[in-house]
């Protein structure tokens, strides 16, 4: 078995990876794409817990009316994220690997509620917790989400799957003159304003001294070039 640099990771996937062109709903022929992937890495002998986004279904932050209710426009992405956790847990089991999903948000019919020792365990047996549903509560991103289970999983680094290659000092698409940054210290990236994940999380992880690679998962095999100790996108520490 191949050497790792990181043994059990947090992997978050932008719900926009599960879309088509269109960056909106099921494209099951992408989803597909990414469970062979992941195949690969569990194969490998990576423990994976993975959060993933609901942007291909529904963005609560997109609705500016101010007679919609924030709460409920929260919980209407929440159970987008479970919507996307049931596909690709279908996916990953066709391959013939074991998977749950667990949700913090309780919708038992289809999966099992967060319990974190029961993760835990599903975890140290080799399959891949796949964690929907966000926090459970309304307010807080999934970047809040993926920060908090690397927390409670005993994760050794988030790898944040994003539609750019790195942390930037300005946006890309609109500075050409920006430039990526391989390497930073969150206080450094407080210091200069660039955004990474939302505040909440960024606090968690800077806390608690999870590290965090900003990558482009739109390049799938970016993610075993990191757990193989390659330098692929920007490291926070």
Known sequence: MMSLKYKRVLLKITGELFAGPEKKGFDFQSIRKLAE????????????AIVLGGGNLFRGREITGEDFDRATADY???????MNGLALQTE??????????LSSLP????????????????????????????IGSPFFTTDSAAALKACE???EIILKGSNVDGVYTADPNVDKNAKMYTELKFQEA???GLTVMDGTAFALCQ???????????????????IVNGEKIGTLIN
């Not at 992937?37 to 994976?48: A, P, V, Y």
Request: aromatic residues 4%.
């Open 37 to 48: 992937f992941l195949s690969g890495l569990q194969k490998m002998g990576l423990e994976m």
């Open 76 to 82: 209407m992405g929440m159970l987008g994220t479970i």
């Open 92 to 101: 990953l089991e066709k391959l013939g690997l074991e998977t749950r999903v």
């Open 107 to 134: 919708v038992t019919s289809v999966c099992e509620p967060f319990i974190r020792r029961k993760a835990l365990h599903h975890l140290e047996l080799g399959r891949i917790v796949i964690l929907a549903g966000g």
């Open 153 to 155: 999983l005993n994760c």
């Open 190 to 192: 407080l210091e200069k």
């Open 207 to 225: 806390k608690e001294k999870i590290p965090v690679v900003v990558f482009n998962i739109q390049q799938l095999d970016n993610i075993e070039k």
